[in-house]
Every structure is written in structure tokens, then in C-alpha cells.
């Protein structure tokens, strides 16, 4: 489960993406899915959520390093 502050930061750098990327890095994030069971959840191709989540997760981390956070995993 996420600290409160990694879901703030987290929210933040949603508010800037598409709404498929927010819906599937929600999915992942907050409900603890796996990109199968995303793939089951949405009605979207596996292929399809595999790049969502790949494509949304660089854009968090670009977001979050424009705003001087840096990832450490």
C-alpha cells in the first residue's frame, strides 16, 4: 500500500495524464491488480494495457523529475 505522501505525489502527476493511463495506473496502484486482471477489469487487449502502463509510469517519472523527485527503486 502506498504512504499517503507517494499518493499525493502520485495524484498529482495523474492529474496530468490521459484518462486511459490514470485509469490503468489507479488500477495497478490503489487496487493492486496486475496487468492481466486490468486487461479483465477494462475490456482493454493485454498488449494495450501493457503499453498503457510502461507508456504512463515514464510519463510519472518525467513529471515527478521535472518537480525535483527523484525515484530511488
Known amino acids: 500500500m502506498l504512504r499517503l505522501e507517494d499518493r499525493i ?28 486482471q486490468i486487461a479483465s477489469t477494462t475490456g482493454l487487449p493485454p498488449k494495450r494495457v501493457s503499453r498503457l502502463v510502461r507508456k504512463a509510469l515514464d510519463k510519472v517519472r518525467s513529471i515527478l523529475r521535472l518537480e525535483g523527485i527523484e525515484h530511488d527503486g
Do not use: G
Open 9 to 36: 505525489l502520485l495524484e498529482s502527476a495523474l492529474s496530468q495524464l490521459l484518462e486511459a493511463e490514470k485509469t490503468v495506473l489507479r488500477l495497478f496502484f490503489y487496487r493492486d491488480l496486475n496487468q492481466s
